[in-house]
């Protein structure tokens, strides 16, 4: 009978020998210089992203590497299929950003070496953020936003590529490089507090006076988006002196309560208010805050328009001294709350916040739930008091 078995196992194999033994793996390799000049670029991220149908699911980022002091990169165990690379360092414009990014087909145990890729040195954008007293602002978050058409023939501000956190330095200067060429809307806005620690109290405004607060402003110095001015950035080259000063507007109070699905509160939850990306323009974070023992939350220094709130509740993974991430969630509805000058309604959007606040859309952390649809807050004129935001408990 053993002998009949391995007579079977003999055959087979002999029928189709791929299926015992998996494709050999293959290499990429190359090197990275600068554009005109032939220069090694140390430290450039290379990135190999599949480029055709995956086949299996694949999980976490793309196959990366950083070049060596000679600008020498090398990928191995590769499996054999269409990859696409992209290649970015600071103050260069990304490789597929600039059209010049390139694909490459990889057969089983190929080795695809002296790949010679060059990057394009970015443009500049620099200038001066002042306040209303004309004094420099320091730790403003500086960014260089994109128009791109929307569903409805809406446009869209988004950031541009490897903008990441830029702030002005104690003068007030800021510079955003690595630009491709192209026109950009640039745009200030104030340092927004920590929501970590114990939930704070903003102080009344003295008697008679409105309470204000810095608002994020576009160049040439207008708090709509819709009437910011583009700068032009021709290869390379240099925009200076893009100085405009940063507006101020109402500032009104949000605040609730936040609870599970059986109504407890939660302390030391996270609560976020995110401009509503429907307005056509994504700037991150419009505030913040955090729970206390029950449940309460207020944040302060919000203007009007629509946001989105969510709250979540951080959990240790790793053990203690490990790591951490941020379980999003919030339970969709509709209530009815108060505000100082009368109602105001919050009620479930029909679509989902940022799974993450390094980006638009982006890919939950390992281990989250996804959200469920946030709660839209509407600020008009008044405070908006007794919101209510439902979350899962991790």
Do not use: C
């Amino acid at each position: 009978m053993l002998a009949m078995l391995q007579l079977i196992v003999a055959v087979t194999l002999a029928q189709n020998p791929t299926a015992a033994a998996p494709a050999a793996a293959g290499r990429v390799a190359g090197r990275v210089t600068g554009e005109g000049t032939n220069a090694p670029l140390a430290d450039a991220r290379v990135m190999l992203f599949p480029a055709g149908r995956p086949t299996t699911m694949r999980f976490g980022p793309p196959p990366q590497t950083t070049t060596d002091q000679d600008g020498r990169f090398v990928f191995s165990g590769l499996k054999p299929g269409e990859y696409r690379i992209d290649v970015q360092r600071t103050g260069y414009a990304p490789l597929e950003e600039a059209g010049r990014g390139r694909t490459i087909q990889l057969a089983a145990g190929q080795s695809l070496d002296n790949l010679a890729i060059q990057l394009q040195k970015g443009a500049v954008i620099s200038g001066r953020i002042v306040g209303p007293s004309g004094e420099p602002q320091s730790d403003v978050r500086m960014m260089a936003l994109r128009r791109i058409a929307g569903p409805n023939s809406q446009s869209r501000l988004i950031p541009a590529p490897m903008q990441g956190l830029q702030q002005t330095n104690d003068l007030g200067e800021f510079r955003l490089s690595g630009l491709p060429a192209g026109e950009y809307y640039v745009s200030a806005a104030p340092h927004m507090q920590s929501p970590f620690g114990a939930p704070g109290v903003t102080p009344a405004p003295a008697q008679g006076s409105a309470r204000t607060t810095l608002a994020t402003t576009f160049y040439p110095g207008t708090t709509d988006a819709a009437a910011a001015q583009p700068v032009a950035v021709a290869r390379g080259a240099e925009v200076p002196n893009i100085s405009f000063m940063l507006l101020s507007l109402p500032a009104f109070r949000v605040s609730g309560i936040v609870v599970d699905e059986n109504g407890s509160p939660i302390a030391g939850a996270m609560v976020m208010l995110i401009s509503d990306p429907r307005n056509g323009i994504f700037m991150g974070p419009a505030g913040n805050g955090r729970s206390g023992d029950d449940g309460g939350f207020a944040i302060d220094n919000v203007v009007a328009g629509t946001y989105r709130a969510s709250a979540s509740v951080p959990i240790a993974i790793g053990g203690p001294g490990g790591g951490g991430f941020v379980n999003w969630s919030s339970v969709g509805g509709t209530t009815t709350v108060l505000s100082s000058g009368g109602s105001s309604t919050v009620s479930a959007s029909s679509g989902v916040v940022g799974s993450s606040v390094g980006g638009v859309g982006g890919a939950a952390p390992a281990g989250a739930r996804q959200m469920d649809p946030a709660t839209e807050v509407v600020v008009g004129d008044n405070n908006v008091a007794g919101v209510r935001i439902v979350t899962r408990r991790p």
